[in-house]
């Protein structure tokens, strides 16, 4: 990588990934002549194998409240669900306990699934004290 490139993309790192902990690296591709896919691929790869739910068998009572809650978007503006009929939902597909239900959100947010910060002052200010989010 030129010198050119190396001293923004290591700013731009410093600066978003310091702000922002779920930002990982920053890199530059393009699309005219493939220069850089390989390393954001290695990268991704290296990411994504060190990911504890990758390679375990997720429970199929997570599998039904996640079909359940992707079906719901298109009913519901905005897509947002209060905490109490979330579980409710949750509770209809075998996730009782309370621990069980945080294990499947946690998870179900990690996967991209639905969108829950249960400790975010932000979210407070939401139609509900504590939301799911549905995309």
Not at 86 to 105: F, G, I, K, P, W
Request: some cysteine; hydrophobic content about 40%; charged content about 20%.
């Amino acid at each position: 990588m030129a010198l050119a490139v190396r001293v923004p993309a290591i700013r731009l790192n410093k600066r978003f990934c310091q702000r922002f902990p779920n930002v990982v690296g920053i890199h530059f591709v393009s699309c005219a002549t493939g220069q850089g896919i390989e390393q954001l691929l290695a990268e991704l790869k290296d990411l994504v194998a060190k990911q504890e739910h990758i390679g375990q068998a997720l429970p199929t009572n997570y599998l039904e409240l996640e079909k359940i809650l992707v079906g719901m978007p298109k009913e519901r503006m905005p897509p947002i669900l209060p905490w109490s009929e979330y579980e409710s939902l949750a509770r209809m597909c075998l996730v009782e306990q309370e621990h069980d239900l945080r294990a499947a959100t946690s998870l179900l947010h990690n996967l991209g699934s639905i969108v829950h910060f249960p400790n975010d002052e932000k979210v407070r200010t939401a139609p509900c004290e504590e939301c799911v989010g549905m995309h």
